[in-house]
Protein backbone atom coordinates (compact mmCIF):
# COMPACT_ATOMS: atom_id res chain seq x y z
CA UNK A 1 0.00 0.00 0.00
CA UNK A 2 1.45 3.59 -0.89
CA UNK A 3 1.91 6.38 1.50
CA UNK A 4 -1.34 8.30 -0.09
CA UNK A 5 -3.56 5.01 0.22
CA UNK A 6 -2.00 4.67 4.00
CA UNK A 7 -3.44 8.28 4.70
CA UNK A 8 -6.55 6.84 3.20
CA UNK A 9 -6.68 3.98 5.29
CA UNK A 10 -5.78 5.67 8.43
CA UNK A 11 -8.61 8.50 7.56
CA UNK A 12 -10.97 5.94 7.21
CA UNK A 13 -10.33 4.15 10.16
CA UNK A 14 -10.36 7.35 11.82
CA UNK A 15 -13.65 8.56 10.67
CA UNK A 16 -15.51 5.43 10.99
CA UNK A 17 -17.55 5.56 13.86
CA UNK A 18 -18.69 9.19 12.30
CA UNK A 19 -19.46 7.67 9.11
CA UNK A 20 -21.82 4.84 10.69
CA UNK A 21 -23.51 7.56 12.56
CA UNK A 22 -23.97 9.97 8.99
CA UNK A 23 -24.99 7.43 7.19
CA UNK A 24 -27.78 6.34 9.63
CA UNK A 25 -29.06 10.18 9.37
CA UNK A 26 -28.79 10.03 5.61
CA UNK A 27 -30.91 6.85 5.05
CA UNK A 28 -33.52 7.56 7.75
CA UNK A 29 -34.07 10.89 5.93
CA UNK A 30 -34.35 9.35 2.60
CA UNK A 31 -31.35 11.11 1.55
CA UNK A 32 -28.65 8.69 0.65
CA UNK A 33 -26.40 9.28 -2.09
CA UNK A 34 -26.86 7.03 -5.37
CA UNK A 35 -23.03 6.10 -6.22
CA UNK A 36 -22.55 5.02 -9.68
CA UNK A 37 -19.11 3.58 -10.54
CA UNK A 38 -17.36 3.41 -14.42
CA UNK A 39 -14.25 0.77 -14.94
CA UNK A 40 -12.86 -0.05 -17.70
CA UNK A 41 -10.66 -3.31 -17.74
CA UNK A 42 -10.71 -6.80 -15.57
CA UNK A 43 -7.85 -8.67 -16.35
CA UNK A 44 -5.13 -10.68 -14.63
CA UNK A 45 -2.13 -9.09 -17.37
CA UNK A 46 -0.65 -5.75 -18.36
CA UNK A 47 -1.70 -3.63 -15.36
CA UNK A 48 -2.33 0.08 -15.54
CA UNK A 49 -4.18 2.43 -13.93
CA UNK A 50 -7.70 1.73 -15.98
CA UNK A 51 -7.41 -2.36 -15.00
CA UNK A 52 -8.07 -4.02 -12.28
CA UNK A 53 -7.80 -7.93 -11.32
CA UNK A 54 -10.33 -10.31 -11.57
CA UNK A 55 -9.69 -11.50 -8.15
CA UNK A 56 -9.88 -7.31 -6.68
CA UNK A 57 -13.12 -6.73 -8.63
CA UNK A 58 -15.19 -10.00 -7.59
CA UNK A 59 -13.94 -8.45 -4.08
CA UNK A 60 -15.48 -5.19 -4.40
CA UNK A 61 -18.73 -6.46 -6.48
CA UNK A 62 -19.78 -9.00 -3.13
CA UNK A 63 -18.52 -6.02 -0.55
CA UNK A 64 -20.28 -4.02 -2.35
CA UNK A 65 -23.24 -6.97 -2.77
CA UNK A 66 -23.54 -6.73 1.28
CA UNK A 67 -23.16 -3.57 2.08
CA UNK A 68 -25.34 -1.53 -0.31
CA UNK A 69 -28.18 -2.23 -3.00
CA UNK A 70 -26.43 -2.82 -6.57
CA UNK A 71 -29.11 -1.37 -8.76
CA UNK A 72 -29.43 -0.67 -12.64
CA UNK A 73 -28.88 3.15 -13.66
CA UNK A 74 -32.58 3.20 -14.30
CA UNK A 75 -33.23 2.70 -10.75
CA UNK A 76 -30.93 4.94 -9.90
CA UNK A 77 -32.64 7.49 -11.92
CA UNK A 78 -35.92 6.42 -10.50
CA UNK A 79 -34.92 7.05 -6.90
CA UNK A 80 -33.39 10.61 -8.18
CA UNK A 81 -36.60 11.10 -9.58
CA UNK A 82 -38.39 10.57 -6.36
CA UNK A 83 -36.30 12.83 -4.55
CA UNK A 84 -36.34 9.64 -1.70
CA UNK A 85 -33.83 7.18 -1.16
CA UNK A 86 -33.38 5.28 2.20
CA UNK A 87 -30.27 3.28 1.49
CA UNK A 88 -26.75 3.77 -0.16
CA UNK A 89 -27.36 2.28 -3.84
CA UNK A 90 -24.75 1.88 -6.41
CA UNK A 91 -24.74 1.22 -10.47
CA UNK A 92 -21.93 -0.31 -12.27
CA UNK A 93 -21.09 0.87 -15.29
CA UNK A 94 -18.18 -0.10 -17.85
CA UNK A 95 -16.37 2.26 -20.38
CA UNK A 96 -14.60 1.47 -24.01
CA UNK A 97 -14.65 -1.89 -24.56
CA UNK A 98 -12.13 -4.20 -23.36
CA UNK A 99 -11.70 -7.86 -25.07
CA UNK A 100 -11.02 -9.34 -21.45
CA UNK A 101 -14.01 -8.25 -19.87
CA UNK A 102 -16.08 -10.53 -21.41
CA UNK A 103 -13.81 -13.66 -20.16
CA UNK A 104 -14.73 -13.25 -16.53
CA UNK A 105 -15.56 -9.94 -15.26
CA UNK A 106 -19.31 -9.46 -17.31
CA UNK A 107 -20.33 -13.60 -17.05
CA UNK A 108 -19.67 -12.88 -13.36
CA UNK A 109 -21.90 -10.16 -12.99
CA UNK A 110 -24.58 -11.87 -14.88
CA UNK A 111 -24.21 -15.02 -12.32
CA UNK A 112 -24.92 -12.68 -9.74
CA UNK A 113 -27.26 -10.71 -11.13
CA UNK A 114 -25.59 -7.68 -10.89
CA UNK A 115 -27.08 -4.79 -13.45
CA UNK A 116 -24.46 -3.65 -15.77
CA UNK A 117 -24.23 -1.00 -18.40
CA UNK A 118 -21.75 -1.34 -20.94
CA UNK A 119 -20.43 1.79 -22.99
CA UNK A 120 -18.56 1.51 -26.21
CA UNK A 121 -16.83 3.14 -28.72
CA UNK A 122 -17.85 1.64 -31.72
CA UNK A 123 -14.93 2.17 -34.19
CA UNK A 124 -12.67 0.04 -32.17
CA UNK A 125 -15.56 -2.61 -31.80
CA UNK A 126 -16.11 -2.85 -35.32
CA UNK A 127 -12.65 -2.14 -37.46
CA UNK A 128 -10.95 -4.33 -34.46
CA UNK A 129 -8.69 -0.87 -33.64
CA UNK A 130 -6.61 -0.75 -30.06
CA UNK A 131 -7.27 2.50 -27.86
CA UNK A 132 -4.97 5.32 -28.63
CA UNK A 133 -3.97 5.34 -24.81
CA UNK A 134 -2.59 2.05 -24.75
CA UNK A 135 -0.78 2.53 -28.34
CA UNK A 136 0.87 5.40 -27.03
CA UNK A 137 1.75 3.05 -23.76
CA UNK A 138 3.44 0.41 -26.53
CA UNK A 139 0.69 -2.03 -25.05
CA UNK A 140 -1.99 -2.12 -27.56
CA UNK A 141 -4.84 -4.06 -25.87
CA UNK A 142 -8.12 -5.90 -27.80
CA UNK A 143 -11.09 -4.35 -27.84
CA UNK A 144 -14.56 -6.34 -27.98
CA UNK A 145 -15.72 -8.12 -30.64
CA UNK A 146 -19.16 -7.54 -32.40
CA UNK A 147 -19.83 -10.47 -31.60
CA UNK A 148 -19.03 -10.45 -27.86
CA UNK A 149 -21.49 -7.10 -27.53
CA UNK A 150 -24.17 -8.88 -29.41
CA UNK A 151 -23.81 -11.50 -26.88
CA UNK A 152 -23.63 -8.96 -23.87
CA UNK A 153 -26.85 -7.49 -25.15
CA UNK A 154 -28.49 -10.67 -25.73
CA UNK A 155 -27.47 -11.91 -22.09
CA UNK A 156 -29.06 -8.81 -20.51
CA UNK A 157 -26.29 -6.44 -20.46
CA UNK A 158 -27.12 -2.50 -21.31
CA UNK A 159 -25.09 -1.60 -23.99
CA UNK A 160 -24.45 2.03 -24.34
CA UNK A 161 -22.81 4.52 -26.50
CA UNK A 162 -19.49 6.21 -25.99
CA UNK A 163 -19.13 7.99 -28.80
CA UNK A 164 -17.07 6.67 -32.54
CA UNK A 165 -13.71 7.46 -32.39
CA UNK A 166 -13.42 7.70 -28.75
CA UNK A 167 -12.94 11.60 -28.74
CA UNK A 168 -13.04 14.63 -26.26
CA UNK A 169 -16.78 15.73 -27.00
CA UNK A 170 -16.19 18.95 -25.56
CA UNK A 171 -13.36 19.89 -27.85
CA UNK A 172 -15.37 18.92 -31.38
CA UNK A 173 -15.66 22.45 -33.46
CA UNK A 174 -18.20 21.24 -35.91
CA UNK A 175 -21.93 20.58 -36.27
CA UNK A 176 -21.01 17.63 -38.73
CA UNK A 177 -18.54 15.91 -36.44
CA UNK A 178 -20.65 16.58 -33.59
CA UNK A 179 -23.84 14.85 -35.29
CA UNK A 180 -21.69 11.78 -36.57
CA UNK A 181 -20.07 11.16 -32.81
CA UNK A 182 -23.57 11.21 -31.11
CA UNK A 183 -26.42 10.46 -33.41
CA UNK A 184 -25.08 8.76 -36.22
CA UNK A 185 -22.76 6.21 -34.00
CA UNK A 186 -25.85 5.39 -31.89
CA UNK A 187 -27.83 4.82 -34.75
CA UNK A 188 -25.06 2.03 -36.16
CA UNK A 189 -24.85 0.82 -32.16
CA UNK A 190 -28.29 0.16 -32.22
CA UNK A 191 -28.62 -2.07 -35.77
CA UNK A 192 -25.56 -3.48 -34.35
CA UNK A 193 -26.83 -5.09 -31.09
CA UNK A 194 -30.84 -4.50 -32.73
CA UNK A 195 -32.47 -2.62 -29.52
CA UNK A 196 -32.89 0.86 -28.73
CA UNK A 197 -29.60 2.47 -27.03
CA UNK A 198 -30.56 4.18 -23.93
CA UNK A 199 -27.53 6.07 -22.38
CA UNK A 200 -24.35 7.89 -23.62
CA UNK A 201 -21.18 7.97 -21.68
CA UNK A 202 -18.60 11.34 -22.31
CA UNK A 203 -15.13 9.69 -22.96
CA UNK A 204 -12.99 11.45 -20.14
CA UNK A 205 -16.00 12.42 -18.45
CA UNK A 206 -14.56 15.50 -16.71
CA UNK A 207 -16.37 18.53 -16.60
CA UNK A 208 -14.19 20.21 -20.18
CA UNK A 209 -14.99 17.28 -21.50
CA UNK A 210 -18.99 17.35 -21.63
CA UNK A 211 -21.20 19.58 -23.96
CA UNK A 212 -24.71 20.82 -23.75
CA UNK A 213 -25.20 20.30 -27.18
CA UNK A 214 -24.66 16.58 -27.26
CA UNK A 215 -26.72 16.62 -24.06
CA UNK A 216 -29.33 17.76 -26.05
CA UNK A 217 -28.97 15.35 -29.51
CA UNK A 218 -28.97 12.47 -26.63
CA UNK A 219 -32.52 14.01 -25.35
CA UNK A 220 -33.70 14.46 -28.69
CA UNK A 221 -33.48 10.77 -29.17
CA UNK A 222 -35.30 10.09 -26.20
CA UNK A 223 -32.43 8.75 -24.68
CA UNK A 224 -32.79 8.31 -20.80
CA UNK A 225 -29.21 9.76 -19.58
CA UNK A 226 -25.82 11.08 -20.16
CA UNK A 227 -23.20 10.51 -17.31
CA UNK A 228 -19.77 11.70 -16.85
CA UNK A 229 -16.87 10.54 -14.93
CA UNK A 230 -15.52 13.82 -12.68
CA UNK A 231 -16.40 12.07 -9.29
CA UNK A 232 -19.29 12.71 -7.62
CA UNK A 233 -22.43 11.57 -5.93
CA UNK A 234 -26.39 11.76 -7.22
CA UNK A 235 -29.00 12.49 -5.02
CA UNK A 236 -32.43 12.28 -4.57
CA UNK A 237 -33.79 15.23 -6.07
CA UNK A 238 -31.21 15.83 -8.72
CA UNK A 239 -31.86 15.95 -12.51
CA UNK A 240 -31.71 12.65 -13.33
CA UNK A 241 -30.53 13.15 -16.75
CA UNK A 242 -27.03 13.79 -15.49
CA UNK A 243 -25.95 10.80 -13.95
CA UNK A 244 -22.65 11.39 -12.36
CA UNK A 245 -20.21 8.66 -11.92
CA UNK A 246 -17.10 7.86 -9.63
CA UNK A 247 -13.90 5.79 -10.71
CA UNK A 248 -14.29 2.14 -9.73
CA UNK A 249 -10.91 2.53 -8.30
CA UNK A 250 -8.73 -0.93 -8.01
CA UNK A 251 -7.61 0.26 -4.30
CA UNK A 252 -10.21 -0.51 -2.54
CA UNK A 253 -9.80 1.26 0.23
CA UNK A 254 -10.86 4.65 -2.15
CA UNK A 255 -13.93 2.70 -3.26
CA UNK A 256 -14.81 2.34 0.17
CA UNK A 257 -14.23 5.52 1.06
CA UNK A 258 -16.09 6.59 -1.54
CA UNK A 259 -19.56 4.22 -1.05
CA UNK A 260 -19.62 4.73 3.00
CA UNK A 261 -19.70 8.52 2.41
CA UNK A 262 -16.63 11.14 2.49
CA UNK A 263 -17.99 14.36 3.78
CA UNK A 264 -15.34 16.24 1.89
CA UNK A 265 -17.16 15.13 -1.43
CA UNK A 266 -20.73 15.81 -0.40
CA UNK A 267 -20.75 18.44 -2.46
CA UNK A 268 -18.77 17.62 -5.75
CA UNK A 269 -20.44 18.91 -8.79
CA UNK A 270 -23.72 19.78 -7.08
CA UNK A 271 -25.89 22.44 -8.80
CA UNK A 272 -23.06 21.80 -11.64
CA UNK A 273 -25.05 21.93 -15.43
CA UNK A 274 -23.72 20.82 -18.71
CA UNK A 275 -21.50 24.01 -20.39
CA UNK A 276 -22.40 24.89 -23.96
CA UNK A 277 -19.52 24.36 -25.89
CA UNK A 278 -17.79 25.66 -29.36
CA UNK A 279 -20.58 23.85 -31.00
CA UNK A 280 -24.15 25.39 -29.47
CA UNK A 281 -27.28 23.58 -28.58
CA UNK A 282 -28.57 26.33 -31.67
CA UNK A 283 -26.09 24.92 -33.66
CA UNK A 284 -27.57 21.48 -33.94
CA UNK A 285 -31.15 22.72 -33.82
CA UNK A 286 -30.57 24.50 -36.61
CA UNK A 287 -28.54 21.86 -38.87
CA UNK A 288 -31.64 19.20 -37.61
CA UNK A 289 -34.39 21.21 -38.52
CA UNK A 290 -32.75 22.11 -42.11
CA UNK A 291 -31.85 18.73 -42.50
CA UNK A 292 -35.68 17.73 -41.53
CA UNK A 293 -36.95 20.53 -43.95
CA UNK A 294 -34.88 18.96 -47.04
CA UNK A 295 -36.49 15.56 -45.89
CA UNK A 296 -40.07 16.67 -46.22
CA UNK A 297 -39.41 18.51 -49.75
CA UNK A 298 -37.80 15.27 -51.11
CA UNK A 299 -41.01 13.05 -49.76
CA UNK A 300 -43.33 15.13 -51.44
CA UNK A 301 -41.45 15.31 -54.76
CA UNK A 302 -41.20 11.54 -54.36
CA UNK A 303 -44.96 11.27 -53.82
CA UNK A 304 -45.70 13.75 -57.13
CA UNK A 305 -44.08 11.38 -58.81
CA UNK A 306 -45.46 7.94 -57.41
CA UNK A 307 -48.91 9.93 -58.48
CA UNK A 308 -47.38 10.57 -62.14
CA UNK A 309 -45.52 7.30 -63.08
CA UNK A 310 -44.59 7.61 -66.26
CA UNK A 311 -43.01 10.80 -65.75
CA UNK A 312 -40.43 10.67 -63.17
CA UNK A 313 -39.30 7.53 -61.98
CA UNK A 314 -39.36 6.57 -65.67
CA UNK A 315 -37.24 9.61 -67.38
CA UNK A 316 -35.19 9.17 -64.45
CA UNK A 317 -35.32 13.14 -63.39
CA UNK A 318 -34.11 15.23 -60.10
CA UNK A 319 -37.61 15.79 -58.67
CA UNK A 320 -37.45 19.76 -59.49
CA UNK A 321 -37.12 19.24 -63.39
CA UNK A 322 -40.51 16.87 -62.48
CA UNK A 323 -41.72 19.23 -61.19
CA UNK A 324 -41.29 21.33 -64.49
CA UNK A 325 -42.79 18.76 -66.51
CA UNK A 326 -46.01 18.49 -64.55
CA UNK A 327 -46.34 22.43 -64.86
CA UNK A 328 -45.78 22.64 -68.92
CA UNK A 329 -47.79 19.60 -69.37
ZN1 LIG B 1 -13.72 6.02 -22.43
Redesign the pocket.
Known sequence: MNARNLALQAYYCGTYPVRRFFRACVEASGQAPLCVLFY?RVADSHPNEWTISNREFQRQMLWLKRNVDLVSLEEIQSRMRSGRNDRIAAAITF??GYAENADRAIPFLLENEIPTTY?V?LDFVMHKRCFPHDVDRGVPLAANTPKQIRAMADAGVEIGA?TRS?CDVGAIADVTTMIDEIDTTTDELETLINRPIRYF?F??GLKHNLSAAAAHLINRRGMLGVCSAFGAYNFPGDDPFHIKRIHGDPDFIRLKNWITIDQRKMHHGRGFTIPETAVKVSDVQSRLESANTAKVSEKSADKKSADNPQVGPILGLHPSLTDNLHQQS
Open positions: HDDFAHHAPF
